[in-house]
């Protein structure tokens, strides 16, 4: 990507006019997505409004800004309510590291396979690759595989079904075949082994690739729903995303008695959703300005280069 | 080389597909079958897969060790495992588990599960595991009725627990100031038909600035209006399917008493009472119309209630909403149906080889013992009697954990400590509650007690047709309330449509049916 200061100053540094036209534009368009910015992020400032709000000002539909009304954290009293919801987030979270080390090792080490030339039948396993892309087995068989492996009731089930993403194959195997054969011949020349040279010079080239494959590993593997529920049984075992749907579908469902569901029954359903998807959100919120950059450039990884 | 390719791929597909095909065949390790009074329990291993529920266990305990679960298996002597299923994506979990082989030995089904698992042979024939457990018979939660529901093809593949419907009738509210401005006797109200227009009337000129009535219109229940139930009976339509004089079923929506009913809604609607926004109004936009006050009078079930304490309270002395109750019709008739039902069917799948003992288990599951210490709790510790003989539960946040025996062990509930549990609400129960109905006026019961409309036989023109009638119903409905067609021109529309979608066909199969019972 081209930064404005450099279109002002051409490739070369020399400096470029820009005309009276080229402003005007460049206001338009900052205003315009200035403006869809914020129509992005209202619902989510509403939704957590909401959640820092009292039961009844949300009920009366009294939180329409970003704002809180009445403020209130009850609804955060229930999400972080016994150890439930720190179990269930140290299990995300082993689920998202792991999970995410662990894939992308397995890209890295075959999409580099595949790019080294003297790799015998690299096309066949591309090929092969390539049809688990268009043909899925179904969610019967697959189930039926994961549990037969032993890993029912296990959060290996999160990681090792999705071990190695054809599509992060292609896309980190189109960023090495970018790398210049000739750095790596170098390397071997001089003695260098595959392992020594994925660890000193394809790692730390493909660092804009790894970084973009892996917050969408990441992001994936935080928000997985729908495995965890199919494969965790255990509620010690369950995952975030499984404990906070948990505790938004019973507190729409709650009976207004018992002293200890009391706070529960007293809550709107819109202020238990907005603390679940604050906290359910908030890490990768956390972690996503670190990795915009590479994320940024990435985009347009595995691109056609001229 | 392409050859080479094309054939390596091949064997490659064919050792996937022989791979997947073969695999661990179908094993049990729940123990043996044979009698079951000589062999040792606590080594058989029973799975019941339950349904998910709203109350949370207490840190450090699930579903498997709490105090519940942990007697259950005292008094029984299996070593009980079991599952819940997850709140969202139930029906899906419950099919993979069907087709893996980790088949539970005991589960919970609603009625159409059942009869779809039934036809695809998915369970077992409990015809002679229940031969040889006389006492399941036994319990007073046995009703032949009930378990005649279980049957098809003449064979029980389930142990149906019974149920009734809402604890609650639904019911007319009133703001308190209206009533006390309209002066409106809010615990002896005149509930007539005139009456409840009168005050519609006079609420109108007297706030103008108030939604004169409101209700969840988009909140349709199988095919009425939902917010409307406090009315239905008033003209005889509080059921779907009624029995006629000649002992055959009618179906309440064609009938003459449904038009005069929707011509009452119709009036509503013309005089400017009805909410504009009737037919978008949800559960939520309820609770808001409640939270700030911005209507007279509405329609509402007791589960209607928003959870805030400011609202939620039905006290007739400090209530916002003082609930009014039920409309009375010409003939006196008044009151909610009580809308007896199943709860569940509770089956064992094909392939369980702890048939027997799953029934054992259940005579345990069904006694009287069990039910009191599953529903209630221990006295002293979860509840404590009241001079009156009724159970008052004890607020003592540790001991409150009755909720978790009722809601994932219990087995059925008895209506009157349903109607307990919704007193202590502040809700009348549906039981207490005035309800004169064919019975009283006219002389005619249900051959059956249970209603056809939760109960419907497994007839294949109703299972298919039903959908889009009740569709149709709760279309032209809202049509006839909103203005958006006529009175006569909507009735006419929905009695068209109705034959259309083969209607009377339906009817006639259902009749049948209830008149061969």
Partial sequence: MVSRKSAVRGVRGDRIKTGHFDKILLAVNTVAITLIALICLYPYLNIVAKSFSSSFSVIAGKVNGIWPVEYTAESYQIIFRGSRFFRSTWNTVFVTVIGTLLNLMFTLFVAYAVTRPVMPGKKLIMILYIITMVFGGGLIPTYLTVINAGMRNSLWALIIPSLVSPFNVILMRNFLNGIPYEITESATIDGTDHFRMLAHIIFPLSLPSIATISIFLAVGYWNSFFDAMIYIDARTKQTLQLYLRDIMTNVMQAELSGFLDELAGSLADDSIRGAAIFCSTLPIICVYPFLQKYFVKGVTLGAVKG | ?517
């Avoid at chain 2, 025996?405 to 219990?410: A, C, K, R, T, W």
């Avoid at chain 2, 409309?453 to 119903?473: F, H, Q």
């Avoid at chain 2, 067609?485 to 909507?490: I, R, T, V």
Wanted: charge should be negative.
């Fill in chain 2, 1 to 517: 080389m392409k050859r080479a390719t094309i054939i390596l791929l091949s064997l490659v597909m064919l050792l996937s597909v022989v791979t997947a095909c073969t695999g661990n065949a179908t094993t049990s390790t729940t123990g043996q079958s044979g009698s079951t009074t000589t062999v040792d329990r606590s080594k058989i291993t029973i799975n019941y897969l339950a349904n998910a529920n709203v109350q949370s266990f207490k840190d450090g305990e699930d579903e498997n060790n709490n105090e519940f679960i942990n007697w259950l298996k005292e008094k029984s002597g299996y070593n009980l495992v079991y599952q819940i299923l997850p709140s969202e994506g139930a029906e899906q979990k419950r099919a993979l588990i069907m087709a893996s082989p980790d088949l539970p030995d005991l589960m919970a089904l609603g009625r159409g599960t059942y009869l779809d698992y039934v036809s695809k042979n998915y369970l077992t024939d409990l015809t002679e595991a229940i031969e040889k457990t006389p006492e399941l018979k036994a319990t007073k939660c046995f009703d032949e009725e009930v378990y005649n529901m279980s049957l098809v093809d003449g064979k029980p593949f389930a142990i149906c627990t019974p149920s009734n419907g809402s604890p609650a009738p639904d019911a007319l509210c009133v703001d308190y100031e209206v009533a006390e401005e309209l002066g409106i006797d809010v615990k002896k109200p005149d509930m007539s038909l005139e009456s409840i227009m009168d005050m519609f009337a006079r609420a109108k000129a007297a706030f103008p600035d108030l939604i004169t009535y409101t209700g969840a219109g988009k909140g349709t229940s199988y095919y009425k209006l939902a917010d409307f139930r406090w009315l239905y009976a008033a003209y005889d339509v509080d059921t779907t399917w009624r029995v006629k004089a000649d002992g055959t079923l009618e179906y309440c929506a064609t009938t003459q008493d449904m038009y005069d009913c929707l011509a009452f809604i119709r009036e509503m609607f013309d005089k400017g009472y009805l909410d504009p926004g009737y037919a978008t109004v949800d559960n939520p936009i309820l609770q808001e119309r409640m939270a700030n006050r911005s209507a007279a009078f509405l329609g509402a079930s007791w589960y209607d209630w928003p959870g805030d304490s400011a609202v939620t309270n039905v006290d007739p002395n400090t209530a916002i909403f003082p609930i009014l109750g039920q409309a009375v019709g010409k003939d006196g008739m008044t009151g909610q149906d009580l809308e007896s039902t199943v709860l569940n069917y509770i089956v064992v799948p094909r392939g369980s080889d702890v048939v027997e003992h799953c029934m054992n288990y259940l005579v345990t599951l069904t006694s009287d013992e069990a039910y009191e210490f599953l529903f209630y709790g221990e006295e002293g510790k979860q509840f404590e009697f009241d001079a009156q003989g009724k159970r008052i539960p004890l607020d003592d946040p540790e001991n409150t954990r009755k909720k978790i025996g009722l809601q994932y062990y219990v087995y059925y509930y008895i209506y009157e400590d349903m109607a307990q549990r919704t007193e202590r609400l502040g809700f009348m129960s549906i039981g207490d509650q005035v309800r004169i109905d064919r019975h009283q006026i006219y002389g005619l019961d249900m051959k059956t007690k249970l209603n056809p409309a939760y109960n419907m036989p497994s007839i294949d023109i109703v299972n298919e047709g039903m959908p889009d009638i009740n569709a149709c119903c709760a279309e032209w409905f809202l049509k006839i309330a909103t203005g958006a067609a006529g009175l006569d021109e909507g009735w006419n529309g929905f009695l068209a449509e109705f034959k259309s979608l083969g209607g009377e066909d339906i009817v006639k199969a259902v009749s049948d049916w209830y008149v061969g019972q």
